[in-house]
C-alpha cells in the first residue's frame, strides 16, 4: 500500500487548502482513512477520520472548518480546510487503517500565516 498526500502549501489566515491523498492498493472503500497532523514541537494528532461506510469524526479543534471526504472510484481521500489559523501550521499525513495496520503517507506541509 502506498499513500502520496499532496495539496499542502502556504496560505494567509482565513483562507483554504484541499489536501488530496491518493492510495494504491486493492480495496480501498473498505478501510478508514484518516488525517493526521505534526506541529513543530508538537506530536501528531488526528486532525479527522473517514470510515469505508463514510461515517467522518473530527478533533474538536477542527470541526466545522475541515471536511474529510473520499472518492472510491479514484482511491483518493480529502481535506477540504477553510478558515485556516496559524495553529494549523502542521505537516499532513493521511493514513489507511487495515485491521491492526496503519500506513502512512509521506506529508504534506501546510503553513498558515498572519
Known amino acids: 500500500v502506498q499513500l502520496q498526500a499532496s495539496g499542502g502549501g502556504l496560505v494567509q489566515a482565513g483562507g483554504s487548502l484541499r489536501l488530496s491523498c491518493a492510495v494504491s492498493?486493492?480495496?480501498?472503500?473498505?478501510?478508514?482513512m484518516g488525517w493526521y497532523r505534526q506541529a513543530p514541537g508538537k506530536q501528531r494528532e488526528l486532525a479527522a477520520r473517514?470510515?469505508?461506510?463514510?461515517?467522518?469524526t473530527y478533533a474538536d479543534s477542527v470541526r466545522g472548518r475541515f471536511t474529510i471526504s473520499r472518492d472510491n472510484a479514484k482511491n483518493t481521500v480529502y481535506l477540504q480546510m477553510g478558515s485556516l489559523k496559524p495553529e494549523d501550521t502542521a505537516v499532513y499525513y493521511c493514513?489507511?487503517?487495515?485491521?491492526?495496520?496503519?500506513?502512512w503517507g509521506q506529508g504534506t506541509l501546510v503553513t498558515v500565516s498572519s
Open positions: 493514513s489507511q487503517t487495515r485491521g491492526q495496520y496503519d500506513y
Open positions: 492498493g486493492t480495496s480501498f472503500s473498505m478501510y478508514a
Open positions: 473517514i470510515t469505508g461506510g463514510g461515517t467522518t
